[in-house]
């Protein structure tokens, strides 16, 4: 369908505090490490709104949660998108963007974005093991 969606469908859409500690455990996952260096050796510096910040004691990098995220920048509310992020598996794109009210073309970009993540990971875990 064609035009515009400005309806939303009845979906359960976390709301914002929920959001963030449900992306921190999967951020994450394995423990908070330095974006730039890699170290796991970092310090918590107290909450900025509802993200955190940290410091990494091997290289002096100051980041936050959504350092290097697609959250970082992205006006899509967070919710939304760990709602998407969710349904990704088994939602297509269209069923996605009439639920979200978004455009097909910022789900697809969301899709992609988590996919890359996801790959990123994995590399990463490869590389680590001996
Ligand atoms: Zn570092």
């Known amino acids: 369908m064609k035009g515009k ?4 469908n009845t979906i359960t859409i ?14 994450w996952s394995e423990g908070v490490y330095c974006p730039k260096c890699h170290s796991f ?16 004691k091997n290289c002096n990098n100051n980041f936050s949660d959504f350092t290097n995220t ?4 992205s006006q899509v509310p967070l919710g939304i998108m760990i709602y ?3 349904n990704m598996k ?3 794109t269209i069923t996605l963007s009439k ?13 992609k974005i ?9 590399n990463k875990k490869k590389s680590q093991t001996h």
Do not use: A, M, W
């Open 5 to 8: 969606k400005e309806k939303t």
């Open 90 to 92: 088994n939602k297509n």
């Open 14 to 27: 976390p709301d914002e505090e929920h959001s963030i500690e449900i992306f921190r455990n999967i951020r």
């Open 99 to 111: 639920e979200t009210g978004l455009t097909r073309q910022t789900i697809y970009r969301i899709k």
């Open 70 to 73: 697609i959250f970082h920048k």
């Open 114 to 122: 988590f996919n890359k993540q996801k790959q990123e990971k994995t």
């Open 84 to 86: 998407i992020l969710f």
């Open 41 to 56: 050796h970092v310090e918590k510096r107290g909450p900025q709104g509802r993200i955190h910040r940290y410091q990494c």
